[in-house]
């Protein structure tokens, strides 16, 4: 990974602990509470073992030093459950904030640009990618504190009891972290390979589950089986890398801390042997060289952790990069210095607004049209394919913004006001019909369900099946028809209550009797109070609006009453 790209990612990583960071500052507080508690317990079991072998006392006589010991024990113990609570808490709120504002920019990006990703891919940043921020803020985030404070407590007792140990003690510390971070910046690359590998092995997947029948009629079952095994092993190869890497560094850590270790135990053995007079040697005695010997593995366990937990650093900055790259650069379609005090909105206002593609094409010249000022209309957007008509109803639903221009929906950002949208694939989940109404009114009793199934000419249908509402439909209406599914979708307007709907082609492809339904719908729903912006091809839907406005080469060509 690029240095700008870790400096970046690691920047937002830190952004991103605002809301959580008393959370980790208690969590690091708890932990040092622990190692305090750990230093007594040490020093007490280096004075029992000095009075026992050294004075020769009963441990009868030593007690109160035991209890003590015991104390410290249970006071250790809570310290560091309520660490690991603290850090969880953290890392809670954060990932829990971060998939929120994933979720609000996917909405911001709608659903033409959201498109542009594969689902699969989607998926593995919203669960995979943020559950990897977990390790960084649990456990890196509070150890990077505790790796100065732990060390620095055990430092200056060290030096109290003997300040020879402490120099060797302070001069061999900074071979941790400097091996650490040589470790690292091969891991950070390889995390971030790993991220990218495993949103393509998401996507993959889920493409050809959710082809799979296409796949049977062509017979390409067993290519696309062989096309998954050879993504799924380099998704392996990469995960391979970075264990090599993970196990690569615990051992070389590992190495030099013990080799640290032993030279402390070398200067303490050589001392209470009397081998090294220079210093405080001369001084030492079982308690002092036993409390020291005791307190070097505590020294570098705070440093050993953080460098295991640098891998969570390296993984999260993977991760993060995908994440910022995910989230960068997208804006709603308007802003809120479009919103003007004192201004009466119609329902949709465009000012020279225009949409220029990025590869050059124009999708709109610069329009401008006032619908819905005199009160509920509906308008129906006429043109041939690839007209502009699509582009104008997702400058309407905030789907994609204007390259100039303006555009307000009720006086403010396009997408912001939830509003009504059916196209010619609507949206159905693998859930009951019940359940698929409810999405948009958790509340509605079945009564009300079958109301808006009334509206649309499917109550019936659904009373002549055993289970009723309760009826299972597949995902993306298996066992419906085109036009039942667009019933389906349609009688979800009713309950929604929408005062703004938009329709692509929503009778594209109907036979006569669906047309009619969706037809009678449309016209309930405008009666009701409903703004309707419709784009179609089909003559009865034309002459059935208020007024028609027609789109040619992304340029306003015709605005004028239906019936006029």
Known sequence: MPDTTSRHAGRWLRERQRPARASVYLAALAGTFAAVAGIVQLGGIAWVAHQVLVTGEALSQLVGVILTILITIAVRAVAVMLQNRFSASASDQ???????????????????????????????????????????????????????????????????????????LLLSAPLIPLFMALVGMGAEKLNQQHMETL???????????????????????????????????????????????????????????????????????????GYISYGPSAELTLFTGLFILLLAPEFYQPLRQLSQHYHDRATALGAAAQLQARMAGITPAGS?????????????????????????????????LTIGREGPELVALSGPSGAGKSTLLHLIAGFQAPTTGKVRVNGGIPGVEPFGWLGQTPFIRQDTWAGNLRMVAPDASDEQLLAALEKVGLAELVRQRPLGLDTPISEGGGGLSGGQARRLA????????????????????LDSGSERFLLDA?????????????????????????????????????DRPSHA
């Open 490 to 509: 349609a009688a979800r307007l009713f309950l929604a209550r929408y005062s703004l709907i938009l329709m692509d082609e929503p009778t594209a492809g």
């Open 336 to 368: 809120p210095e479009d919103q003007t005090a004192g201004y009466v909105p119609a329902v949709v206002e465009i000012s020279n607004a225009a949409v220029t593609f990025p590869d050059g094409r124009t999708g709109l010249t610069p329009l401008s």
């Open 522 to 558: 449309i016209n309930a729903l405008k009666n009701r109070g409903a703004t309707i912006i419709i784009a179609s091809h089909h003559q009865e839907v034309l002459e059935a609006a208020d007024r028609c406005i027609a789109i040619n080469n992304g340029t306003l060509a015709m």
């Open 94 to 168: 954060i990932r829990l904030a971060l998939r929120q504002d994933l979720l609000d920019h996917f909405q911001q990006l709608g659903p033409i640009r959201l498109g542009q990703s594969s689902a699969g891919t989607l998926a593995s940043e919203w669960l995979d990618q943020v559950e990897a921020l977990h390790g960084y803020y649990a456990y890196f985030l509070p150890q990077m504190i505790l790796s100065l404070t732990v060390p620095l407590v055990i430092l200056l007792t060290v030096a109290w009891l003997d300040w020879l140990a402490a120099v060797f």
């Open 199 to 273: 949103g393509r092995l998401s996507g993959h997947f889920l493409d050809r589950l959710r082809g799979l029948t296409t796949l049977q009629l062509f017979n390409y079952t067993r290519p696309a089986t062989r096309e998954i095994a050879t993504a799924t092993d380099e998704y392996r190869q990469v995960n391979m890398k970075t264990l090599r890497v993970a196990f690569l560094s615990s051992a070389v850590l590992e190495f030099f801390a013990s080799l640290a270790i032993a030279v402390v135990a070398i200067y303490i053995g050589f001392g209470l042997l």
